[in-house]
């Protein structure tokens, strides 16, 4: 049987970012199957729908440039796919891009190690209107360590390990009130060993600064250029 794979570019946002990996895979799912493509099913005593996604976000962290694959039994032209599965998505879940993938190309889940936030940052104390949220968001630094528990089990990362470059911070529009807000944008690396989320290294980041994150957005997944 035929085999092509599709690689679609998606968007997460609004109040999807609320939704977990699993409930985000499940909508996906729904979306090819309103869309009519003829897609692959896999064998066994649990036949499903022959599918990989993308490195998990984080709940409540929206991305621009999420991506899964599905594999199609027949060949339809990545526009027509595209269209058809647009028709049968919601706004807050919308794909933009579609292209089919060699078997030789990575999979969806390691395709890109490299992912590039954006956070939008405002004062912890809504409402607050004095506060110079561009000159906070300049003092910030990474912590030299963070400790996370995982599956009842501490592990100690170093930020240091885990983010690529600098971090960037620039202003943002106010906010409805007039306060003060800012973007900080950094780039995190997964590694064989695991990765850091985003959201555990803004929160240890704004610890005691007065700020907190309004929204966490992924902008961008890469790869690892060559040496």
Same mark, same amino acid.
């Given at each position: 049987?035929?085999?092509?794979?599709?690689?679609v570019?998606?968007?997460?946002t609004?109040? $999807?970012?609320?939704?977990s990996?699993? =409930?985000? !895979?499940?909508?996906?799912? +729904? #979306?090819?199957?309103?869309?009519? &493509?003829p897609y692959?099913?896999?064998?066994?005593?649990?036949?499903?729908?022959?599918?990989?996604?993308?490195?998990?976000?984080p709940?409540g962290?929206?991305g621009?440039?999420?991506?899964?694959?599905?594999s $199609?039994?027949?060949?339809?032209?990545? =526009?027509? !796919?595209?269209a058809?599965? +647009? #028709?049968?998505?919601?706004?807050? &879940?919308?794909?933009?891009?579609?292209?089919y993938i060699t078997?030789?190309?990575?999979a969806?889940?390691?395709?890109?190690?490299?992912?590039?936030y954006?956070?939008?940052?405002e004062?912890?104390?809504?409402?607050?209107?004095?506060m110079?949220?561009l000159?906070? !968001?300049?003092?910030?630094?990474l912590?030299?360590?963070?400790?996370?528990?995982?599956?009842?089990k501490?592990?100690?990362?170093?930020?240091?390990?885990?983010?690529?470059?600098?971090?960037?911070v620039?202003?943002?529009?106010?906010?409805?009130?007039?306060?003060s807000?800012?973007?900080?944008?950094f780039?995190?690396e997964?590694?064989?060993s695991?990765?850091?989320?985003?959201?555990?290294?803004?929160e240890?980041?704004?610890?005691?600064?007065?700020?907190?994150?309004?929204?966490i957005l992924?902008t961008?997944?890469?790869?690892?250029?060559?040496?």
């Amino acid at each position: 049987m035929a085999d092509f794979r599709l690689r679609v570019t998606y968007a997460e946002t609004g109040r $999807l970012v609320m939704l977990s990996h699993l =409930e985000i !895979a499940r909508a996906l799912e +729904r #979306a090819v199957r309103r869309a009519g &493509l003829p897609y692959a099913v896999s064998q066994g005593f649990s036949p499903h729908m022959k599918q990989a996604f993308g490195s998990a976000l984080p709940v409540g962290v929206g991305g621009l440039e999420e991506i899964f694959d599905v594999s $199609l039994t027949d060949y339809v032209p990545p =526009e027509e !796919a595209l269209a058809r599965l +647009r #028709a049968s998505s919601v706004p807050d &879940l919308m794909p933009h891009a579609a292209r089919y993938i060699t078997k030789d190309e990575t999979a969806a889940s390691a395709a890109y190690p490299r992912s590039t936030y954006e956070a939008l940052l405002e004062a912890s104390r809504s409402g607050d209107c004095e506060m110079d949220v561009l000159a906070a !968001a300049h003092e910030l630094s990474l912590p030299s360590e963070i400790t996370v528990v995982r599956k009842k089990k501490e592990r100690v990362l170093v930020p240091s390990e885990f983010v690529v470059g600098e971090l960037e911070v620039e202003p943002a529009e106010p906010g409805e009130e007039g306060q003060s807000r800012a973007l900080v944008r950094f780039t995190l690396e997964s590694k064989a060993s695991g990765s850091l989320r985003p959201d555990v290294l803004l929160e240890h980041m704004l610890a005691d600064s007065g700020l907190r994150a309004a929204s966490i957005l992924r902008t961008k997944q890469s790869e690892i250029p060559k040496e």
